[in-house]
């Protein structure tokens, strides 16, 4: 479904990626670990068009992503649940889920997806009328992942829904995630520092260190490897 | 005649000239708020949207008398309304080819948010159509002068018998003005256009990444910014006369109006316009009329001492 190919990015001068390739199917759960500043969220920008790579492609369901403006890219179905959620603060909690159902998709399904969305969250129910800056860090997350799925995307994009978050909360919201993954058949592609849950998640992981794929593979592979269990899960080799 | 009657009247004529008058500085501050409240643009030539406006509204009715043949009703105040699409393009024009590079998505965590640069270009923008207004229009005052302009319906009150004048031009002007209001606000709380424009300015990045064209919007809005302010030059044409400079005697109340109302309400901002107009009515009683905006800036420093937000100002930020 989505197939990112030998993608490099600079910023000035300084490489942010370095040959990197990243391949989403259809259906599947893939996740992206490693530490801060490895390039995880240049990665999600560099396929929402936000950043512009160097070079290598991007291609989803077939089309060229390079080819299009950032904005056009919603609209074939790809939502982005940015790093540290960027809600849209002045507005309020149902206007922001109203703008994740800005592309076609979206405003086709809306009532359908707005139930999903209550059903899953629903905080987000009982505060539609609030200022989306005004609520608490983990129901703006809350609600960052909504106003994603408002779009009815066929990919969900998600940079460090955990982050910030009181344990607590951040296993709410992983479930939620695995849950949407698991009842609607949602793709999703994930980015966390939190590897342990992140990787037991998923289909198949890719491990990024300083701006190149070091590991990748299936959960298995990654949760055998030595390093990633003693860097990233404190395990014993 | 007694002097409290002469006292209840001035009162009372200064009340509704300031309602009336303050409707349509309304209305010219809800054209800023658009860019400078909610789109966060510093546009120093809003004040000169405004003389365009009020010039289109000249030669539409007057000057090339294209409306004249609508009578002096209709007349000036359809030229009034169609100078918002024309300065509406204008706008977009504008921001589609300097605007855009010193604000939107380009200065968007830059640490002045590109205000620096949108000082100065929009001062540039302000000196080079006040300049091109001198050549094109002329030094010479103009008003788009009809009999509503100089007549009015007096309402005779029961308190001391004192009359009350209703100028027709403002009157009919400030319901326009109202009527405009409202429009821009349905139009950005109810619309999927309206929505997709809050958004763009609220979080830029967060937009593109729900798909809205993020630069069409902020055109857009600008465009609807520029519009808005000529419309009501145009209404305040149609009873005030005025040169190619006449912008920059608009353009700190409008900021004074929009601060006062609070950042980022188009609601706001209309009240920040109507205060000023009313201020401004009502110290023209004891105050000689060149202290006028003088008693503006002392009832604004007021109410940004006690109320700093401004009127409708809220702090969508967790504390």
Known sequence: MLDVTGVSVSYGGLRALTDVTVTVGAGQFVTVVGPNGAGKSTLFKTISGVVQPGSGSIRFQGQDLLAMKPSKRAHLGIAHVPEGRQVFKAMTVRENLEMGAYPEAGQRDWARVLDRIHALFPILAERATQLAGTLSGGEQQMLAIGRGLAGAPKLLMLDEPSMGLAPAIADLIFDRISQIHREDGLTILLVEQRVAEALELCDRGYVLETGRIVLEGPYETLAGDDRVRRSYLGLDA | ?319
């Open chain 2, 1 to 319: 005649m007694s002097d409290p009657q002469i006292l209840v009247e001035n009162f009372l004529n200064a009340l509704t000239a300031g309602i009336l008058v303050g409707c349509i500085y309304g209305l010219m501050c809800v054209g800023l708020g658009l860019i400078f409240g909610v789109m966060r643009v510093v546009n120093f030539a809003q004040g000169d949207f405004l003389m365009l406006g009020m010039y289109a509204g000249y030669y539409f009715f007057t000057g090339w008398g294209l409306l004249a043949f609508l009578g002096p009703y209709a007349g000036p105040l359809l030229s009034a309304i169609l100078a918002g699409p024309v300065i509406f393009a204008g706008g977009m024009l504008l921001h589609r080819f300097l605007i855009s590079r010193v604000s939107g998505l380009r200065t968007t965590g830059s640490l002045d948010e590109g205000h620096f640069g949108q000082l100065i270009v929009t001062l540039g923008v302000s000196l080079v159509l006040q300049n091109a207004g001198l050549i094109v229009f002329g030094s010479t005052p103009r008003t788009v002068n009809t009999p509503m302009s100089s007549s009015a319906w007096v309402i005779e009150t029961h308190i001391f018998d004192s009359l009350v004048f209703l100028n027709k031009a403002r009157l009919i002007s400030s319901l326009l003005a109202i009527l405009a209001a409202i429009a821009l606000y349905v139009l950005l709380e109810r619309t999927r256009l309206g929505r997709s424009l809050r958004a763009a300015a609220d979080n830029p990045t967060a937009a593109t990444y729900v798909g809205v064209d993020v630069d069409r919007a902020h055109r857009i809005a600008f465009g609807l910014g520029s519009g808005i302010t000529a419309v009501a030059g145009g209404l305040i044409a149609t009873f005030l006369s005025y040169s190619p400079f006449v912008g920059l005697d608009f353009v700190i109340i409008m900021y004074a109006g929009v601060v006062l109302g609070g950042m980022g309400s188009i609601l706001g901002a209309f009240w920040g316009g109507l205060t000023v107009g009313f201020v401004q009515q009502f110290s023209g009683l004891v105050l000689p009329p060149q202290l006028q905006n003088a008693a503006i800036f002392v009832v604004f420093l007021l109410i940004l001492l006690l109320r700093p937000q401004g009127f409708f100002g809220r702090s969508a930020e967790r504390a």
